[in-house]
């Protein structure tokens, strides 16, 4: 096998513990110290992964400007587990609720940004976005808003998200309110490109 034999140097606490066939190269032949390192490093990886923070992909143009096409981010997803709940402003990453317009991407992770949550009454009129009454279109619009909408109350557990480019946004207002349990995470910075670095 690939085991060693000890000459008193002490190289002994250092055998390969694995009996490998004899066509495996000697620089594949790892000890059972080496293989348990790598499975903890892979499971510590998985883990932050999943519980803490992953980095993302902008695969469209519907959070234009704010996040271009190839653009790339952390979700963080600590904030909602222990600090607070999505608020308006917030940009999350989600997957999408299971309606008859979200079927066939109910599993795909999307962006948006919380324009209101619980109680909130949302109405497009006039080619901006009105929250409880207040006007709240011209904060980040590219151009007037091209469709109607609402009023709508967001039900209990939900917040309503829409993309920053209102009019190429395939959002709550197409798909309903999204229940807060379908969110992954707070989008918190961008890391790519090198010159978007920055929350």
């Not at 004899?22 to 999943?50: C, K, M, Q, Y």
């Not at 324009?115 to 006007?135: H, I, M, P, Y």
């Not at 939900?158 to 999204?178: E, Y």
């Amino acid at each position: 096998g690939g085991g060693g034999s000890s000459d008193g140097d002490g190289d002994d606490e250092y055998v390969v513990d694995v009996d490998y066939p004899e066509w495996v190269p000697e620089f594949l032949r790892f000890n059972r110290e080496d293989i348990a390192t790598v499975l903890i490093t892979f499971a510590v990886s998985l883990g932050f992964r999943h519980f803490v923070a992953e980095p993302r992909y902008i695969p469209s143009l519907s959070m234009y400007p704010v996040f271009d096409v190839g653009d790339r981010l952390i979700a963080e997803k600590l904030t909602y587990r222990f600090n607070r709940e999505p608020m308006a402003g917030d940009v999350v990453i989600f997957n999408p609720p299971k309606t008859p317009k979200t079927m066939k991407v109910s599993n795909e992770v999307f962006i948006k940004r919380v324009v209101a949550v619980a109680g909130d009454t949302v109405q497009v009129k006039r080619g901006e976005l009105f929250v409880n009454g207040v006007s709240r279109g011209k904060e980040l619009k590219l151009e007037p808003i091209k469709y109607q909408y609402g009023p709508f109350t967001v039900p209990e557990g939900d917040v309503f998200v829409m993309g920053d480019n209102r009019n190429n946004s395939f959002d709550s207002h197409v798909w309903g309110p999204l229940p807060k349990n379908r969110i992954i995470g707070r989008a918190t910075a961008k890391y790519w490109p090198p010159n978007k670095i920055g929350g």
